[in-house]
């Protein structure tokens, strides 16, 4: 999809809310069913959270002192 049809999808998300199953990308202008087919493996619908803070850091071991 070209970035006339994500700016669709983007704007008819605003006003309606989230999708809520893959089939229903065809309700947005531009998108028809055949699109939804040929594109279903690679789309996926639902809510992602942001995360709130950095990930936490893996701790670096100490050196091991030479003798």
């Not at 999809?1 to 065809?26: N, T």
């Not at 594109?39 to 002192?65: F, K, L």
């Amino acid at each position: 999809m070209g970035p006339h049809k994500a700016q669709a999808i983007v704007a008819y998300r605003r006003q309606h809310g989230p999708f809520l199953r893959v089939e229903d990308l065809a309700r947005v202008k531009g998108i028809g069913t055949a699109t939804v087919e040929r594109n279903r493996r690679r789309m996926t619908v639902g809510a992602r959270v942001a995360p709130t803070a950095a990930p936490p850091r893996r701790a670096v071991p100490a050196p091991v002192p030479r003798r």
